[in-house]
C-alpha cells in the first residue's frame, strides 16, 4: 500500500470533525472537488456505488442535507431509500438501538442519520454493521455542513489555512458552529465566534477560537463571515431581550460588514431568517454572498464521503 493511498479517509463512520486527521480532511475535500463536475452533470460516475444501499434517516426535519444526500447518492448510482419517522415504528415507541437493528437487517451500505439528541448516532452506529454518516445530531456535530463550507471557502479563496473566519451567532445550539471551528482550526484558520453572552457555550475557549460578544470586533478583518441562525426552536428559555434587538446587536447588515475585509466572503448554513441574523440584501448580493455555492457543495461533499465509505475503494 503507498502513501498516497494509505493517507485518506477510510472511515468506517463520519460521526464528527472531531478525530478526523487533517490528512482526511484534505482527502475529502479533495475528492469532493472532482465531484463537482460530476453533480454539474460533466461527468458520469452512476457506476461508483450502483449495487449499494443508502438509508437516509431523518428523526429531526431538514430539507436541503436529506435532499443533497439523496441527490449525491443517486448521482453515484446507489438505491436510496428515504424512511420517513413520521411513519415509521418509532412513533410507535421503538428504541432507537431496536430501530437501528432492524435497518441493520436489511442490509444497507451506508444509513445517514440525523437525530435530536447529542451522541445518538454513534451510539447507533455501535450496532449496526454498515456505515454510518452524522447529518446532525442535537447539539453536538454537523461534519458534513463544515466539510462543505470549507469546500466553498476553499474554492473560493483558493486555501483556508491563514484566513480570519468569524462564526456569529448562535453559537450556543449550533452543531454546524463546533464542527466548523474544529474543521477549521485543524486546517490552521484562525476562528472567532462571535455571539451574546447568553448564546455562548461555557469553556469554548478552550479549544483554541477566540470568542467575544463585541460584533464590530469580531468582523474586524475577517476574510469569512459565517451566520448562524437563531435557533428559536432549541431554547427553553428567554436567550435574549427581543429579535429586534438581535438584529441590531448581530444582524449582519453592509454596514456591519464593512468592518470585514473589503472582500470578505458571506456564509449561512440555511435556512435563513432574513431580517433576524441577516439582511436580506446581504444574502443576496451576488459578490459577497457564497450561500448558494454552499448548497452546491453540499452535494459534492456527500457525493465524496459515500464514495469514500461504499465506494470500490472502500473497506468492507
Ligand atoms: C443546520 C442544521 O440543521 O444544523 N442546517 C442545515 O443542515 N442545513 C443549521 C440550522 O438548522 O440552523
Sequence with gaps: M?????????GPHLLGIEGLAPYEIQDLLDRADACV??????????????????LNLFFENSTRTRTSFELAGKRLGADVVNMEVATSSVKKGETLIDTA???????????????????????LARHVRCSVVNAGDGLHEHPTQALLDALTIRRRKGRIEG???????????????????LLLLAMGARVRLVAPPTLLPGGIEAYGAEVTTDMMRG?????????????????????????REYFRLYGLTRDKLANAAP??????????????????????????????????????????????????????
Aim: charged share 25%; aromatic share 2%; proline share 3%.
Design 163 to 181: 484566513l480570519t473566519v468569524a462564526i456569529c451567532g448562535d453559537v450556543l445550539h449550533s452543531r454546524v458552529a463546533r464542527s466548523n471551528m
Design 263 to 316: 472582500d470578505a466572503l458571506v456564509l449561512h448554513p440555511g435556512p435563513m431568517n432574513r431580517g433576524v441574523e441577516i439582511d436580506g440584501v446581504v444574502a443576496d448580493d451576488i459578490d459577497r454572498s457564497a450561500i448558494l455555492d454552499q448548497v452546491e457543495m453540499g452535494v459534492a461533499v456527500r457525493m465524496a464521503v459515500l464514495e469514500a465509505l461504499a465506494g470500490p475503494e472502500a473497506k468492507r
Design 2 to 10: 503507498d502513501d498516497q493511498y494509505s493517507l485518506r479517509f477510510r
Design 37 to 54: 463536475d460530476v453533480n454539474r452533470g460533466l461527468a458520469d460516475r452512476r457506476d461508483r456505488l450502483a449495487g449499494r444501499t443508502l
Design 101 to 123: 437493528m432492524t435497518l441493520n437487517a436489511m442490509h444497507p451500505d451506508v444509513l445517514v442519520v440525523r437525530h435530536g439528541e447529542s451522541g445518538a448516532v454513534a451510539l
Design 219 to 243: 468582523l474586524e478583518g475577517a476574510d469569512i463571515v459565517m451566520m448562524l441562525r437563531l435557533q428559536l426552536e432549541r431554547m427553553q428559555s428567554a436567550h435574549l431581550p427581543s429579535i
